[in-house]
T-cell receptor
Framework: SQTIHQWPATLVQPVGSPLSLECTVE??????LYWYRQAAGRGLQLLFY??????ISSEVPQNLSASRPQDRQFILSSKKLLLSDSGFYLC???????????FGPGTRLTVT | GQQVMQIPQYQHVQEGEDFTTYCNSS?????IQWYKQRPGGHPVFLIQ?????EVKKQKRLTFQFGEAKKNSSLHITATQTTDVGTYFC??????????FGAGTQVVVTP
């Protein structure tokens, strides 16, 4: 069966510090991978998605970036965090754009 | 661009009552998906509807896709405390763009 992992579960970082969040998927090959951000009590904002290694599409311009160095690994990064980067970051995988997505447990990021 | 809107934003329900939440799109959708996010948790896929007018049931939950494929509804009967959470719809438009609605937060009063 497929499993999606995210770490860390929680993170507190000062403004201006770098960020690296990792997501890995097991039990499937060539998945579509997604990064979402959810502000407290709000909906899901799609940040990046990837249909293959090295292929990244950005949905919202900001100081975040994403990379997919391996088929089942998706990384979200920032060189300098802003206060507005605080939120719940969710990684998800799917088999195609018309199919359901499966979410990881998420990382709660607080930028202080 | 495509807009997926959900109403109501908040739903307070007495345990045992029924309620319906709605999802409306500004464009025709190729499919509609529903997810549930428990407080403190992550979204979990519930169901996908593809055909015009399609109706699917999961126990006390009934999902419907509109005839014009621009709206959908989720109806829950005999609400239980386990139904607490935020329900999101998400759809793919004819250009392949996928978007989540803002969600309906459901609070159940015992």
């Amino acid at each position: 069966s497929q499993t999606i992992h995210q770490w860390p579960a929680t993170l507190v970082q000062p403004v201006g510090s770098p960020l690296s969040l990792e997501c890995t998927v097991e039990g499937t090959s060539n998945p579509n991978l997604y990064w979402y951000r959810q502000a407290a009590g709000r909906g899901l904002q799609l940040l990046f998605y990837s249909v293959g290694i090295g292929q990244i599409s950005s949905e919202v311009p900001q100081n975040l970036s994403a990379s997919r160095p391996q088929d089942r690994q998706f990384i979200l990064s920032s060189k300098k965090l802003l206060l507005s980067d605080s939120g719940f970051y969710l990684c998800a995988w799917g088999t195609g754009t018309d199919y359901e997505q499966y979410f990881g447990p998420g990382t709660r990021l607080t930028v202080t | 661009g495509q807009q997926v809107m959900q109403i109501p934003q908040y739903q307070h329900v007495q345990e045992g009552e029924d309620f319906t939440t709605y999802c409306n799109s500004s464009t025709t959708l190729s499919n509609i998906q529903w997810y549930k996010q428990r407080p403190g948790g992550h979204p979990v896929f519930l169901i996908q509807l593809v055909k015009s007018g399609e109706v699917k049931k999961q126990k006390r939950l009934t999902f419907q896709f509109g005839e014009a494929k621009k709206n959908s509804s989720l109806h829950i009967t005999a609400t239980q405390t386990t139904d607490v959470g935020t329900y999101f719809c998400a759809g793919t438009d004819s250009w392949g763009k996928f978007q989540f609605g803002a969600g309906t937060q459901v609070v159940v009063t015992p």
